[in-house]
């Protein structure tokens, strides 16, 4: 059974930087996309940041410039730096991956269960 373990989460203050790692664990063939989404109270999921398993990123404009996405592969982690906090990054942050689970099958969607940042002004 595969699962997406988030750590780092925690409240910071404004300004401030925090990391954010998720973990791949299980059985299971490949990882190729990981990333983050977060969701506020109100508001819809957004994509903060991904990163192709060959090391391409894509950031959501909310964070584009003030957060960094990584990933070990060998580890089947996926780190996100974030930097100059703001309270309006207060949020529910979810881990996404697209992992085949056998050789002879299809991606498939996994989600971690969330790891709340808060920042406070």
Known sequence: QVQLVESGGGLVQAGGSLRLSCTASGSFFSVDLMGWYRQAPGNQRELVADIRARGSTNYGDSVKGRSTISRDNAKNTVYLQMSSLKPEDTAVYYCYA???PTK???NDDYWGEGTQVTVSS
């Open 104 to 106: 002879w099958q299809h």
């Open 98 to 100: 697209t992992i085949q």
